[in-house]
C-alpha cells in the first residue's frame, strides 16, 4: 500500500531561498531511492516560512530505509540551522474511495 510523508518545517524568516534549496537537493537524492513515487512542496500561503513537504512512497518500509539513511540524515542536518522549530512528520496510508 502506498503512503504519503508529509513534513512540516517552520524556517527562520529570510530563509526561505535557502530553504528551497536544501529541499530541492533532498528530493533529488530521495528520488533516487527504491519505493519513492512523487514528492511535492506546500508553501503557506499566509507564512510562506511554512514549508510542507509532500512525499509518496510504495510502502512503510521504503520510507523507513530513507528516513534513516546517513545521506537524509546529512541532509537534515543542513536544515537544522535554519529551523525556527523542529520539523514534523506525519505518515498517512493512501487508500482509494473502493478500499
Not at 512523487?38 to 512525499?55: K, M
Request: net charge negative; hydrophobic share 40%.
Amino acid at each position: 500500500m502506498a503512503i504519503k510523508i508529509l513534513i512540516k518545517r517552520h524556517f527562520k524568516e529570510g530563509s526561505t531561498n535557502q530553504a528551497f534549496a536544501l529541499i530541492k537537493n533532498f528530493r533529488h537524492d530521495a528520488m533516487n531511492r527504491s519505493g519513492y513515487i512523487a514528492g511535492e512542496t506546500w508553501i503557506n500561503h499566509y507564512d510562506p516560512c511554512q514549508i510542507t513537504v509532500v512525499s509518496t512512497w510504495q510502502t512503510v518500509e521504503n520510507w523507513i530505509q530513507w528516513e534513516e539513511s546517513d545521506e537524509r540524515v546529512a541532509h537534515e542536518e543542513k536544515l537544522k540551522d535554519i529551523l525556527k522549530t523542529p520539523a514534523q512528520f506525519e505518515i498517512y496510508d493512501v487508500v482509494g474511495v473502493a478500499d
